[in-house]
């Protein structure tokens, strides 16, 4: 069973950064297109940065050109790195293999934007 544990959270200011890891157990890792995901209270999950298992990346609008998602796979990790955060930034962040199945949830980290 694939076991995710997400960390790097905390609050931060407008306008600073946080590095987000995600630990993904298993060998399976390289195999799948990874993502981070945020939810914010009352609202769904939603996903804010893709990688491919060969490094390719997306972006919504809502976060391009401030968060950069990186993988290593030989320590099946992922990155996020956020930049820039601003107050909506603020939310519980997950991360999972972004196929039709995810695997179990972790318990996620707490970004927290706020003056």
């Known amino acids: 069973q694939v076991q995710l544990v997400e960390s790097g959270g905390g609050l931060v200011q407008p306008g600073g950064s946080l590095r987000l890891s995600c630990a993904v157990s298993g060998s399976i890792f390289r195999f799948y297109a990874m993502g981070w995901y945020r939810q914010a209270p009352g609202t769904q999950r939603e996903l804010v940065a893709r990688i491919s298992s060969g490094g390719s990346t997306n972006y919504p609008d809502s976060v391009k050109d401030r968060f950069t998602i990186s993988r290593d796979n030989a320590k099946s990790t992922v990155y996020l790195q956020m930049n820039s955060l601003k107050l909506e930034d603020t939310a519980v962040y997950y991360c999972?293999?972004?196929?039709?199945?995810?695997w179990g949830w972790g318990q996620g980290t707490q970004v927290t934007v706020s003056s």
């Open positions: 999972n293999q972004v196929g039709p199945k995810p």
